[in-house]
């Protein structure tokens, strides 16, 4: 007689298996989540990079142009340039220098307590606010608001503003990129991938400026706003002190950039540095590497 075994039928899985599937279902929806997660923060980094390197690049073009009127104003001898040449002991070049200080000051405010100002005055010439900033002032002054300040100023600056013919439109230029803040009123600024308003610095400075790739060898210990150091050799101290604090800067042999900046990731400003979005590395260097 012939006996036929039957292996009794399997009920399910075990407990450990189901664990096992489980533990490799939760591996493998954290590292997609993972990724998912690095290409939205790649995104948001992409599209603050295109946002600020549009804005430095409109700052570059304003810096060049307001340069290129005061080479204007020294050759047809406006009564400015003459004003503050004789200030500067009759050094046209000094003369020149200080005036492209005086020009990017009054075309760029940076501060609360400089568009507030109906005027500033150097070398007995008095700079006016110009018509573009006339409903920018009674923005708050305190240390806190100054990254926003700077923002709306910005926006102000490039959007409002005709330089030697070249108006920056700022609607075609960063579209989507723009939205309101209360800031002493509602004011319109350029925005990051993070809704964090993008600010900027007129005069900056940094040892990062001063060597490669930003400055060659050659230009390392040059002022681009006075690459003759007529301002940072000036020999009358209480002159120069009273225009450095006219114009919020320090004259020296140091690369002086004027930089379109986002928080970056952390939302918050580093001082430009860690990992904020900076114009000028974006305008040397392409995008900033940053690695999430």
Request: with cysteine; proline share 4%; glycine share 8%.
């Amino acid at each position: 007689m012939r006996h036929t075994t039957t292996r009794p039928a399997r009920a399910g899985f075990t407990l450990i298996e189901l664990l096992v599937v489980l533990a490799i279902i939760a591996i493998l929806t954290s590292l997609t989540a993972a990724a998912v997660q690095r290409i939205r923060i790649l995104r948001l980094v992409k599209s603050s990079e295109d946002t600020v390197s549009k804005l430095q690049s409109a700052l570059d073009n304003q810096v060049k142009i307001t340069a290129d009127n005061v080479k204007r104003e020294r050759i047809q001898g406006s009564n400015d340039f003459k004003s503050l040449a004789t200030y500067c002991g009759n050094d046209e070049d000094r003369a020149e220098a200080l005036l492209l200080y005086c020009r990017l000051r009054q075309a760029l405010p940076q501060t609360a307590a400089e568009v507030n100002a109906a005027s500033f005055t150097v070398g007995g010439v008095v700079f006016p606010r110009l018509p573009a900033f006339n409903d920018m002032t009674g923005m708050p002054t305190a240390a806190a608001s100054a990254d926003q300040v700077s923002a709306a100023l910005l926006y102000a600056a490039l959007s409002r503003r005709s330089v030697g013919g070249n108006m920056f439109v700022s609607d075609d230029a960063t579209a989507g990129a723009q939205m309101d803040i209360a800031l002493g009123g509602t004011r319109r600024v350029y925005k990051d991938g993070w809704d964090n308003p993008v600010g900027f610095r007129r005069f900056h400075q940094s040892a990062e400026l001063d060597a490669a790739p930003y400055s060659q060898p050659a230009d390392a210990t040059k002022d681009p706003n006075d690459p003759l150091g007529r301002l940072a050799g000036w020999p009358d101290a209480a002159k120069k002190s009273a225009s450095q604090s006219a114009l919020g800067t320090t004259f020296g042999n140091r690369n002086t950039v004027p930089t379109a900046f986002s928080f970056g990731l952390n939302k918050a400003s580093d001082n430009l540095s860690g990992d904020d979005i900076l114009g000028y590395k974006l305008r040397s260097l392409g995008a900033k590497g940053f690695n999430p």
